[in-house]
Antibody, heavy 127, light 109 residues
Framework: QVHLVESGGGVVQPGRSLRLSCAAS????????MHWVRQAPGKGLEWVAV????????HYADSVRGRFTISRDNSKSTLYLQMNSLRAEDTAVYYC????????????????????WGQGTLVTVSS | QSVLTQPPSASGTPGQRVTISCSGS????????VAWYQQLPGTAPKLLIY???ARPSGVPDRFSGSKSGTSASLAISGLLSEDEGDYYC??????????FGGGTKLTVL
């Protein structure tokens, strides 16, 4: 059964940086696209970023483009989210999720299916 | 403001059938498949429906999805108290992003 565990959350001051990690296990990590999604306190889900199985392609939400970078290390089965120039509105629980589709899929329609999700890690941006 | 539009709330009594709508446009629902996610209180979201109307293994057949044009719907029949939570629709968008609906809070009366 696919297992995803996020880490790296915490309290950070506005303008500072933070890197989140998502350790994956029990599936062929290097064969699937991966996502980050966030949820501000009491709010709905907001998609953040996606990266293809081989790291060759990535896309971002407008709200984070230019500040956040998604990356992966397939040798360590780990997904990352580097968050720079953090703002108060970035405060949220950050979830990683496995993308759908067949092994090595580049079909965004399939990769866009998020299953399963990790338990999330809380990032609080506050002075 | 979410790209996909859902009603903020829905409710029903145990055993009833409830439907949640999701409205989009030709750049998202009109072109790509819709997925539905269930988020029970205090837990991470879980995939409920993908490919407009397919259920992952383990999801009861009380849950069903459909799509017509630029709108999609999630139907829950035989409502149970354990179904109470938040439901989100989502799909790929031509802007090269995943878009979510604002979520619908389902209350079982």
């Amino acid at each position: 059964q696919v297992h995803l565990v996020e880490s790296g959350g915490g309290v950070v001051q506005p303008g500072r940086s933070l890197r989140l990690s998502c350790a994956a296990s029990r599936f062929s990590f290097s064969s699937y696209g991966m996502h980050w999604v966030r949820q501000a306190p009491g709010k709905g889900l907001e998609w953040v970023a996606v990266i293809l199985y081989d790291g060759s392609n990535e896309h971002y939400a407008d709200s984070v483009r230019g500040r956040f970078t998604i990356s992966r290390d397939n040798s360590k089965s780990t997904l990352y989210l580097q968050m720079n120039s953090l703002r108060a509105e970035d405060t949220a629980v950050y979830y990683c999720a496995k993308g759908g589709g067949i092994l090595g899929s580049r079909n965004w329609n399939d990769v866009a299916v998020l299953d399963p999700w990790g338990q999330g890690t809380l990032v609080t941006v506050s002075s | 403001q979410s790209v996909l539009t859902q009603p903020p709330s829905a409710s029903g009594t145990p055993g009833q059938r409830v439907t949640i709508s999701c409205s989009g446009s030709s750049s998202n629902i009109g072109r790509y498949s819709v997925a539905w996610y269930q988020q029970l209180p205090g837990t991470a979201p879980k995939l409920l429906i993908y490919g407009d109307d397919a259920r992952p293994s383990g999801v009861p057949d009380r849950f069903s999805g459909s799509k017509s044009g630029t709108s999609a719907s999630l139907a829950i029949s035989g409502l149970l108290s354990e179904d109470e939570g938040d439901y989100y629709c989502a799909t790929w968008d031509g802007s090269l992003t995943v878009v979510f609906g604002g979520g619908t809070k389902l209350t079982v009366l």
